[in-house]
């Protein structure tokens, strides 16, 4: 087995407290004792790969996606865009990135949900894409509304769209979500809220990126993401007795 | 001012809300047929010709309260039968390895039908006893969990993992037990009496 030198560990400190009585559901869903912590091994190191999965020419355009070409969802059309990079500061490749939202009223094409913004016949709302050699990745689709959601009595989720992300390692596994600069509901999200580091929360705040938009056609937002990266120095991986 | 470090830092984890599944499992969303090929639906390439035990793991995720979560949705990563992962040259070709499933939107049961995995040697030639990783997401997780599921027919006594659990009793959260031939039983417990070792790994 080729070793590719371990994970490098996570840094708890800049993610959300699993435990946050402002976001009401994770409080009987967070573990009361500590995480067991050791250095990865292969079964983190390794991860699935999708290269035999037949992604469809409209995966990534959620604008046509669901109606399969045949009519436009609903909204303001957007472009959003990005890099996934390692801590290393290198580009990751042929990585699968799926994305879901709501409809521009702010409503789930899924059967749990009963808000009564009204369903787009148009509108999916989940996409996928394989990032290119350098890390690089494009979705198509429309701005996500705002919406109410039950935890205290008036509680709205800021515009948001949904990010799954694959490494190349299943230790690297992140769900995380997008926002939009300028919303002014992030200010108020219990969700938003359970990450304590402000610099941290900013950087799931997708710029408007003009140099991506298209005149006519659709604005554009960036968002870069960041994985784990992997440890190796000259002290490791060395041959027996070295 | 200290030198500039010019590594990153990872993006923050976000909860993956209630309709994760729309995302990552479509039709379990009730949007059948929204990707010609939906992704982790089997660890199995080809059934059929995949080496090794074909097993059946069957659980539920409880909360604090010892409620069976009926959103909770997990996915699997593990070596094959031989005990390579796949990817490498000398995996199963029938076999993938990674699989996502759901807990029952009724009964909060899950399954994962995959084959019993091998062991491997790890860095320095450590063995480890066969496991599969599990991740496990949902509304009110602000971070997916990590965990293990190991079998009771196993030898596990030298596990590297497992010999890092101070409190011994709490070993069996990590023990899928037996229930018949091929067939596993693996409960998760977020929290509370019985609460499952989470990993940070």
Redo the contacts between chains.
């Keep these: ?1 080729t ?1 590719h030198g ?2 490098i ?4 400190a ?5 435990y ?1 009585p402002g ?1 009401k ?9 500590p ?10 190191e ?5 290269g ?3 992604l ?1 020419a409209l ?1 990534n355009n959620l604008i046509l ?2 109606t399969k070409g045949a009519a436009p969802a609903v909204g303001e059309r957007i472009l959003v865009h990005g890099r996934l ?5 290198r580009p990751i490749p042929n990585a ?1 990135i ?3 939202q709501a409809n521009a009223g702010g409503r ?6 009963t808000y009564f913004a009204p369903l787009d016949p148009n509108f ?3 996409g ?1 894409t394989i990032t290119d050699e350098n890390g690089y990745y494009e979705f198509l689709t429309i701005r996500p509304g705002a919406y109410p959601w039950p935890n205290r009595a008036n509680d709205w989720r800021p515009m948001h769209i ?1 990010f ?1 992300i694959f490494g190349h390692s ?2 690297q ?5 997008m926002y939009f600069e300028g919303d002014p509901l992030i200010n108020h999200c219990p ?2 809220a ?2 304590k580091d402000r610099s ?2 900013d ?2 705040v997708a710029p408007l990126d003009f140099s991506k938009s298209r005149p006519l056609d659709f604005l554009a937002y960036k968002f870069d ?5 992997r440890r190796q120095t000259m002290f490791e991986n060395k041959l027996e007795g070295m | 001012m200290v030198q500039k470090l ?19 499992m ?1 039709t379990y ?3 059948a047929g ?4 939906e ?2 639906t089997t660890p199995f ?1 080809d059934e059929s010709k995949a080496k090794g035990e074909i097993v059946e793991i069957v659980g539920s995720v409880f ?3 010892g ?1 069976a ?1 009926r ?1 909770a949705l997990i ?1 699997s ?3 094959d039968a031989g005990g390579v ?4 040259k000398s995996a199963d070709p029938a076999f ?3 699989c996502r499933f759901a807990a029952d939107a009724e009964s909060g049961e899950f399954t994962l039908r995959t084959v019993k995995p091998g062991s ?4 320095g030639g450590v063995e ?1 006893a066969p ?1 599969i ?1 599990l ?1 496990v ?10 965990t ?1 599921i190991y079998f009771e027919d196993e030898d596990n006594a030298n596990d ?2 497992l010999n ?2 101070e409190q011994r009793p709490r070993v069996n959260t990590l023990i899928a037990k037996k229930t018949g031939n091929g067939k596993y039983r693996f409960d998760i417990r ?3 009496e019985g ?7």
Excluded at chain 1, 173 to 177: D, E, K
Aim: hydrophobic share 35%; net charge negative; glycine share 10%.
């Design positions: 087995m070793d371990p994970l560990p996570r840094n708890r800049i993610h959300p407290e699993p946050d976001y559901t994770s409080v009987a869903r967070s573990p009361f004792l995480l067991l912590s050791m250095e990865s091994t292969p079964s983190e390794t991860g699935p790969r999708f035999h999965t037949k469809g995966d996606n669901w990079l390692d801590e290393m500061n699968l799926e994305i879901w789930y094409r899924h059967k749990k949900d999916g709302g989940c996928r949904h799954s299943f230790g596994r992140l769900i995380s979500q969700i938003a359970t990450i941290q929360l950087r799931l993401i960041v994985l784990r990266g | 010019e590594t990153l830092i990872e993006s923050a984890s976000q909860t993956a809300g209630p309709y994760v599944h729309i995302g990552l479509p969303a009730g949007n929204y990707y010609d090929e992704i982790g390439l909360d604090g309260t409620w979560m959103d996915e990563w593990q070596c992962f796949p990817g490498d993938t390895g990674h491997y040697q790890g860095r480890s496991h990783s991740w997401v949902a509304r009110g997780i602000n971070i997916g969990l990590n293990r590297p993992l890092r659990v977020l929290q509370g609460e499952t070792v989470f990993l940070d790994i």
